[in-house]
């Protein structure tokens, strides 16, 4: 495989649920992203991971926890998740995520959508 | 305040005719800039950027964006639409003095035969 693959590409889940959404990339790349896309909004980035390390949070609500045991895996759990959470949630990855570095071209993986009942 | 907005958020144009999408950003200092597509039910998929050096740059499927400094713009073109060119185009920038890579709210292309 390559490039950046995730899975389930569709989930469908209850408020009370637990799940998983995980991403794999095949690219040797460094830092990793999750983004939420939701109808009629800009694409908002959720968190950053460089070198394994969580190096931004956007405010994200505690329903949801990254983890990135390493450079090529990255996961988000889910539990107790609101309607409002329905989106497609895409995971990108990069050489680098550092300031000003022209390394940082982002590239992305299909995207899990995900419906909250 | 830093920022990346796309002017229209749906262009319609026939097979055959120009495209012409819009991006402008704000900032003091020029950004890095990128083309993204999305097709349905996809991610996004890189299409051009722009980091340093000659301001035209070249795409896949045929699209080019330019940049210009003085207009703060980094327009996306392709001369002859095609209907495989229907999807959503989204301009992103990344600003030299934060992690973020900053999106527009993309633009719906329709082409029509």
């Known amino acids: 495989e390559t490039g950046v693959t995730q899975t389930p590409r569709h989930l469908v889940m209850g408020m009370t649920n637990k799940k998983s959404l995980k991403c794999e990339q095949h690219?040797?790349?460094?830092?990793m992203y999750w983004y939420k896309q939701s109808a009629k909004k800009p694409l908002e980035l959720m968190f950053v991971?460089?070198?394994?390390?969580?190096?931004e949070n956007n405010s994200v609500p505690s329903r949801f926890s990254p983890e990135c045991p390493n450079s090529s895996h990255l996961f988000l759990h889910l539990h107790t998740l609101q309607p409002e959470d329905s989106a497609l949630y895409l995971c990108?990855?990069?050489?680098?995520?550092?300031?000003?570095?022209?390394?940082?071209?982002?590239?992305f993986g299909p995207g899990t959508r995900l419906t909250v009942l | 305040a830093q920022s990346v907005t796309q002017l229209g958020s749906h262009v319609s144009v026939s097979e055959g005719a120009l495209v012409l999408l819009r991006c402008n950003y704000s900032?003091?200092?020029?950004?890095?800039l990128f083309w993204y597509v999305q097709y349905p039910n996809q991610g996004l998929q890189l299409l051009l950027k722009?980091?340093?050096?000659?301001?035209l740059v070249k795409g896949i499927n045929g699209f080019e964006a330019e940049f210009k400094k003085s207009e703060t713009s980094f327009h996306l073109t392709k001369p002859s639409a095609h209907m495989s060119d229907a999807a959503e185009y989204f301009c992103?920038?990344?600003?030299?003095?934060?992690?973020?890579?900053?999106f527009g709210a993309g633009t719906r292309l329709t082409v029509k035969p």
């Open positions: 690219l040797g790349h460094n830092a």
């Open positions: 992103a920038v990344r600003f030299y003095n934060n992690n973020d890579m900053r």
């Open positions: 722009y980091t340093t050096g000659a301001t």
């Open positions: 900032s003091s200092v020029p950004p890095y």
């Open positions: 990108a990855s990069s050489q680098a995520a550092t300031s000003g570095s022209r390394l940082d071209t982002q590239y």
């Open positions: 991971y460089n070198f394994k390390e969580q190096t």
